[in-house]
């Protein structure tokens, strides 16, 4: 079993590099990897073959199913048969051919991109007989071949879609078939106890050349050179087939690796071969020289690998165990030393004494063996020295070593010695340039001198110093000691110039940024250029002595320096190029150079390396080694190359519906069209890294909507809400552990309107808007003629009572002028009538004396007495006449012959009273007749 660690470690391994490792000692560790268990891919622990797809999506037969990873997420595609795969491949149209338990097939998107099973077992008229299984399935320039003991089926493709096809099967007339491979375009069939064969149109035709090797079990051929083909066996022996034969490759493994299975073998780079064996995998050359054997490196568990290795898109080569899966880099000039190494601890320095390479840690000295072994060696704790080792210095006869305890040295005997007991840990150490005076900075005790004198380490004491904590010591070109010194919760950096005559005199001066040194410094201050150079979290510094100031260099510094983690020394190599720790999982290079044209190379990309402390460049093996704070060592050789990492759109969400996107090998997917509205829409996305998968982020945008990226962040899925009508396009680029940015993933699609809102909808809408408008016109023109005619009502109402008003008020001033006019002629007629009455009254009088005088006279004539009646009536009427002409009360005229108007003296009627003056008497309207 795995140690828990690795399952950890595993997950930061990236993409590849194209240098080799050739050049590489296999005793400088074992290649990069990375393990699968049954609990990773929610599987059974039994994998049978792999294949991976265009666009770097790995499949795996396992026996819950077909097993789908793109770097991040897991899926399991189950058989519509529910029978267990055996053998993979995909085509260049991305299809995955399966060979099943009891069924052979294909599986290939459906209508909503999802990957489905489908048994080519209706498309074929023939019998076959599957009880035996199929075994393997390979896709080749001639067709997919589905190979079984009983039969070989080759399937050509003829139509658009893959069951569309013609089939040719090849029986094994009992002889099972053992190998059907592809080599440089020809087919190698081989049939149990028979000769090497190839195909030749629909012809199985043996190799003549290789008939005398028969009865050999023959597994898997793989290109050798031009002219030869490596074959593999059952019995654990390699082949090598060429025009003048076949001849065995002598190959000689380690004792206790028990090869006794070669079931597959694929060409690496630098005429290498990977075998896949029943023990682990063996690295060859072409000679058969094992150049490695990677079985249980770390715990990792390598037994039965069932098939050759398939190589992804990355340079990762995936290995199917009994129990799990492997993913290895052997194409690289990076190599690992894990725990399993023997080394303990935090490494915090790396060095060369006596031509052995040490590596002093948390837990004591070790030390890397000089021999050339074909396993991963184990490094060795020097004896006496177990104590966490935080700084080191070396002369040519001596390496000293500043511990917990105090000083310990080594001499050219490489033992170690012990000076001390010291209070304090000791945390800083140098030597002078002349290699005669040494000092020791501990942490409460202040500092220490040593001399030091033909082999001898003379101690002269502790310093007397007002300083008590000393750090990180060293000296620059003049002569000058620099060491960090701490105290009152603050460190800053001291100097004291050292008298060689009186070197245990010192008095140091602090500076920080009144000085131009600001921020907290990181490591040790380092040489350059005969200038002592300081980082901290603000910068990169130059110490200039005529100024005695620090200068800033390099500005801007083209690396965040805040999250830089201490280191003991920085490494600086030939090329002015500082190595630098500069955050979790961001191991760089930077160049000091102002005009550089690369000014920061990122390593360790695709390296399970979280913190590194220590660097090293051994100019033994040319390698730069980097120690961990978890005791690892990385190896790297040459300068590596990065590959730009790739983004792929998985999956849209839309609502409940699933739809898997799958584009072949285009970066722009095909564009779909939705009905809108559309309340909920997820994407999701990978990159299909297979290193380090937790450290990849992502940026989207969606186009139609915004213009702008987002932040980057490590979800790998992105919500939108309510996306009305419109083209949209979904936009998703990546960023791997490196900090390198992809090719952005493009997905167009449409939201249509709702039906509501389609366009002959709206013209309905708009015909029954218009409708509304109109109806809502006449009723109110309705209102408003109903509203004009009760005003119209109201306004004839008020103007009739207005009218009645004002006739009332004129016949109320029409009637009083009546009644001051009758009043007047009241009053005229009163006047008129005083004046008749006093004129009339006095001749009447004299007419009635007169005539009543003349009655007297007994004598009158009978005639003349009736006369005088006569003028007594006339007399008496006309005294009448004026009585009613001066009692008047009102003036009522009647018509009088001719239309002439006359003074009505007769007084009016009562009311209720009927009675009316005869029209012919004297007092009628009508003129008296005499």
Same mark, same amino acid.
């Given at each position: ?168 099967? *090849? ?72 025009? &003048? ?12 690796? &028990?090869?006794?299975?070669? *079931? ?147 001499? =050219?005997?490489? =033992? ?131 100024? &005695? ?43 000091? &150079? ?49 590959? =730009? ?151 004839? =109402? ?133």
């Amino acid at each position: 079993m795995r140690l828990p660690l690795l399952t950890w470690l595993t997950l930061f391994i990236l993409l590849p590099f194209s240098l080799s490792i050739a050049g590489v000692p296999a005793r400088y560790g074992g290649p990069l990897y990375n393990t699968y268990e049954p609990e990773d891919y929610h599987g059974e622990g039994q994998n049978f073959d792999l294949a991976v797809n265009s666009k770097n999506i790995i499949y795996v037969a396992n026996a819950v199913g077909v097993l789908e990873f793109d770097g991040t997420r897991w899926r399991t595609i189950e058989s519509t048969t529910h029978s267990i795969p055996f053998g993979l491949d995909c085509d260049e149209q991305d299809n995955i051919w399966v060979a099943m338990q009891q069924d052979l097939g294909v599986l290939f998107p459906d209508s909503s991109g999802t990957l489905t099973f489908h048994s080519l077992l209706p498309q074929i008229t023939d019998s076959l007989d599957i009880a035996s299984g199929v075994w393997r399935v390979r896709a080749t320039t001639q067709g997919i071949f589905f190979q079984s003991p009983k039969f070989v089926l080759r399937w050509r493709v003829t139509g658009g879609s893959p069951l569309e096809g013609e089939a040719k099967i *090849f029986h094994a007339d009992g002889h099972s078939f053992t190998l059907v491979c592809e080599v440089d375009s020809t087919i190698f069939i081989r049939q149990h106890r028979s000769p090497i064969s190839r195909l030749e149109g629909d012809s199985i035709v043996p190799v003549s050349q290789w008939s005398d090797h028969a009865r050999i079990s023959y597994v898997h051929a793989t290109r050798f050179d031009e002219d030869h083909v490596l074959f593999t066996t059952f019995r654990g022996r390699l082949y090598v087939g060429g025009p &003048d034969g076949i001849d065995e490759l002598k190959i000689q493994v380690p004792e206790d690796f &028990d090869m006794s299975v070669c *079931f597959g073998s694929i060409p690496l780079s630098d005429d290498r071969f990977v075998i896949s064996t029943n023990q682990g995998m063996v690295v060859i050359d072409r000679a058969g020289k094992v150049k490695e054997v990677v079985d249980k490196l770390g715990g990792l568990s390598t037994r039965n690998i069932l098939r050759e290795a398939t190589i992804d898109h990355s340079g990762g080569y995936w290995f199917p165990f009994d129990y799990g899966l492997a993913r290895v880099e052997f194409d690289r000039s990076m190599r690992i030393l894990d725990r399993g190494s023997g080394i303990g601890g935090a490494i915090f320095e790396i060095l060369r004494f006596n031509n052995n390479l040490y590596m002093a840690t948390g837990t004591g000295l070790y030390v890397h063996p000089e021999k050339d072994s074909l396993s991963v060696p184990k490094l060795t704790n020097v004896d006496g020295m177990q104590l966490a080792i935080h700084h080191t210095a070396q002369t040519d006869e001596q390496l000293f070593l500043a511990t917990v305890r105090g000083l310990h040295y080594m001499g =050219k005997d490489n =033992k170690v010695h012990h000076l001390g007991p010291f209070i304090g840990n000791c945390v800083g150490i140098t030597v002078s340039e002349d290699q005669k005076n040494l000092y020791l900075g501990s942490e409460l005790q202040g500092l220490y001198h040593f001399r030091l004198k033909d082999g001898a380490v003379l101690p002269s004491g502790r310093l007397d110093l007002p300083q008590t904590g000393f750090d990180r010591i060293t000296f620059d070109s003049a002569g000058n000691l620099w060491a960090m010194v701490t105290g009152a919760n603050q460190e800053k950096l001291h100097r004291s110039t050292l008298d060689l005559n009186n070197p245990t005199q010192l008095e140091f001066f602090s500076y920080g940024s009144d000085k131009g040194l600001p921020g907290t410094t990181i490591g040790t201050p380092f040489m350059l250029e005969d200038s002592l150079r300081v980082l901290t979290t603000e910068g990169y510094f130059t110490y200039n002595p005529e100024l &005695d100031h620090f200068l800033p260099t390099l500005r801007p510094f083209p690396v965040d320096l805040s999250n830089t983690f201490l280191m003991e020394k920085p490494l600086v190599d030939e090329s002015n190029r500082i190595y630098l720790s500069a955050g979790p999982n961001t191991t760089v290079r930077v160049s000091l &150079d102002q005009d550089s044209e690369r000014p920061v190379d990122r390593l360790l990309q695709r390296s399970p390396i979280l913190r590194v402390l220590a660097f090293f460049h051994d100019p033994v093996s040319n390698l730069t080694i980097f120690g961990t704070d978890d005791g690892q060592m990385v190896f790297s050789g040459e300068e590596e190359e990065t590959t =730009k990492p790739v983004v792929l759109l998985r999956e849209a969400i839309i609502g409940d519906e699933s739809i898997h996107i799958r584009s072949g090998k285009k970066k722009q997917y095909r564009s779909s069209v939705y009905q809108g509205p559309l309340a909920s829409v997820r994407f999701v996305y990978t990159m299909t890294s297979f290193d380090a998968p937790e450290m990849s982020q992502f940026q989207y945008r969606l186009v139609g909507r915004g213009d702008e990226w987002s932040a980057w962040s490590n979800e790998t899925y992105r919500d939108f809400n309510d996306l009305r009508e419109g083209a949209y396009q979904f936009e998703v680029r990546g960023r791997d552990y490196s900090r390198i940015i992809s090719d952005p993933a493009i997905y167009s699609f449409t939201v249509l309107p709702p039906w509501y809102r389609t366009s002959w909808m709206l013209v309905i809408w708009t015909l029954l808007a218009g409708g509304l408008i109109y109806l809502l016109i006449q009723v109110r023109t309705r209102q408003l003629a109903a509203q004009q005619l009760r005003l119209e009502a109201l306004v004839r =109402k008020r103007t009739e009572e207005l009218k009645q008003a004002q006739e009332a008020e004129i016949r109320e001033i029409e009637a009083r002028k009546a009644a001051e006019l009758e009043s007047n002629r009241l009053k005229t007629v009163a006047q008129l009538a005083t004046t008749v009455a006093h004129e009339l009254n006095n001749p009447l009088a004299v007419i009635q004396g007169r005539v009543e005088v003349a009655d007297m006279d007994k004598q009158l004539n009978p005639e003349l007495r009736q006369v005088h009646d006569s003028i007594r009536d006339q007399v008496s009427r006309m005294s009448k006449l004026v009585d009613k002409l001066t009692g008047i009360e009102s003036i009522r005229v009647v018509d009088y012959a001719g239309g002439i108007k006359m003074l009505d003296l007769k007084p009016p009627p009562q009311p209720g009273s009927t009675d009316q003056p005869p029209k012919d008497t004297p007092y009628s309207d009508s003129p008296e007749k005499e």
